[in-house]
């Protein structure tokens, strides 16, 4: 069975500070991908990244990186420096062989509120 | 270019009533979803289309969700004899063929379907 799980409900950080998210997944398969998308106030997912299950190497984007571990099937995402525009619903999500390609298994989300 | 567009962005119905609510792709996109997001939760999966036809209907709740794809591009989700348990933002996705990999899905505004 594939889940995603996203044990952090709400995270409350001040402008500047570095925050993590969490992300840990289930999947039986051998080949699958991770996804992250931001979901801000108005409501539309935006697609942030995402990794095929071959693909270890962690991932920097400006102030953005993603730490990708399969040996503790974890998928974490760490925005430096936050920023009040950083507030926002995120979301990380599976898709794997089992499931046709096309499916996201989606966790609940994080919502991070950035404080000026 | 234009994003994937959902009309309408929001539908106040009745219970009993049937509603239809509308996708239009990303030009190009051959594959779209279609996904449910009640209050505090992740997205949840309904179906994917592979051009004209439903690749994976899995995730459709019971037999009054239905969708169509007729020509390839534009969809619409249609749902009969609404109940208030149908309340959500229903949101759609559109893609390139996945073809062996997943790919990356990009979210359209959402309609947010009330039922009183």
């Known amino acids: 069975a594939q889940k995603v799980t996203q044990a952090q409900t709400e995270i409350s950080v001040v402008e500047k500070e570095d925050v993590t998210l969490d992300c840990v997944y289930e999947t039986r398969d051998t080949t699958y991908y991770l996804f992250w998308y931001k979901q801000p106030p108005s409501g539309e997912l935006v697609f942030l990244i995402r990794?095929?299950?071959?693909?270890?190497q962690n991932e920097i984007s400006g102030r953005y990186s993603w730490n990708f571990q399969k040996s503790t099937s974890s998928f974490n995402f760490t925005i430096t420096a936050s920023q009040v525009v950083d507030s926002a619903v995120y979301f990380c999500?599976?898709?794997?062989?089992?499931?046709?390609?096309?499916?996201?298994?989606f966790g609940r989300g994080t919502q991070l509120t950035v404080w000026p | 270019g234009a994003g994937v567009s959902q009309t309408p962005s929001n539908k106040v119905t009745e219970k009993g009533k049937y509603v239809e609510l509308r996708c239009d792709p990303i030009s190009g996109h051959t594959a779209l979803y279609w996904y449910r997001q009640s209050l505090g939760q992740g997205p949840e999966f309904l179906i994917y289309?592979?051009?004209?036809?439903?690749?994976?209907d899995s995730g459709l709740p019971n037999d009054r969700f239905f969708a169509v794809r007729p020509e390839g591009s534009v969809s619409t989700l249609k749902i009969q004899r609404t109940e208030r348990g149908d309340s959500a933002v229903y949101l759609c996705?559109?893609?390139?063929?996945?073809?062996?990999?997943?790919?990356?899905?990009?979210f359209g505004p959402g309609t947010r379907l009330t039922v009183l």
């Open positions: 990794r095929n299950s071959f693909d270890e």
């Open positions: 289309f592979q051009g004209t036809g439903a690749a994976d």
């Open positions: 999500a599976l898709s794997d062989r089992g499931s046709t390609l096309g499916r996201l298994y």
């Open positions: 996705a559109s893609s390139l063929m996945p073809s062996g990999r997943a790919a990356t899905q990009y």
